[in-house]
């Protein structure tokens, strides 16, 4: 009589998704434990849309939607080395070449009296603050005009080049800090016939006779790159000392390094007296 009930109680419920009751929520059977304790679990499944998904997965519209995103996050640039660097011309609109053109150095346009800057923190090396430059000789010493060098702490040597004027009390010795005045912008050297501009250089310490050292021997527009666009830890020292220990302290000058020789002007002759011409007349 029992299992008749049984059978009936189950003939009466209506067909569900895998033998489960179309009626929803549903409660599933009590589960024993082995030790006779009946704990009560409920399990309760979600009505389904008429597409037969589940209807607290979709929105209202049927769409699913993203959460909206905050403001993005601003990450500093990585740390590339001990030393900070600045841009070597300060308070100017700037531009500057990218390519190599004749030395491994680069002309920053800028205008007149614009700041050169230290680029780093270190050592007035040398200072020029006579213009001997004549187009007539193009001596390769006098090329750069007035000019400041610097030894960085990197241990690096920064050249500028064409100035204007040097900034009082820079001097050789003297201890300058990274973006201190050095000096301002100008046109002497050979950039008389052009516009005003800033010789930017790249080398490592010689003696002052090596001066085609002086004027260029690392490319320097990455550098410069990543100082104007706020990475200011990016460190020439690694180049420049692997290309020292490549080519020696004093590699041998390889481009514009013979002067134009001076033109001989012409000797005037002194006139000479011409003898007097003596004309004897016959009488006749």
Known sequence: MACALLLAGACSQQAGVAGVSAESPVTAP???????????VTATIPERGPSGQAESD?????????????????????????????????????????????LPKTTIWAG???AFVAP?????????????WLPSTDAGPDREGRFVTIIGDDGVRYLGGHLDSVADG????????????????????N????????????????GSRYWWVRRGMVNPWSYLDSWLSGNRTLSPR?????LRARVGETPRCTVQCSAKKKPVEPREEPEREEPPVVITLTPS
């Not at 009590?30 to 009560?40: F, H, L, N, R, W």
């Not at 820079?170 to 050297?189: A, D, F, H, K």
């Open 30 to 40: 009590p589960a024993v434990s082995p030790t006779g304790a009946t704990p009560v």
């Open 58 to 102: 979709t929105t209202p519209s049927g769409r699913i939607e993203a959460p909206e995103g905050g403001k993005p996050v601003k990450v500093p640039p990585p740390k590339l080395s001990a030393h900070t660097y600045t841009f070597p011309v300060q308070g100017c609109r700037v531009s500057y070449q990218r390519r190599l053109l004749v």
């Open 112 to 114: 007149k009296g614009c």
């Open 120 to 132: 780093v923190s270190g050592v007035v090396d040398e200072v020029n603050t006579a213009n001997r």
């Open 170 to 189: 820079i001097r050789p010795g003297v201890r300058v800090g990274g973006g201190q005045l050095l000096g301002r912008v100008g046109t002497s050297g």
């Open 191 to 206: 950039a008389r016939s052009t516009g005003p501009n800033l010789y930017f250089a790249i080398s490592w310490k010689t």
């Open 238 to 242: 690694e180049e420049t000392l692997a």
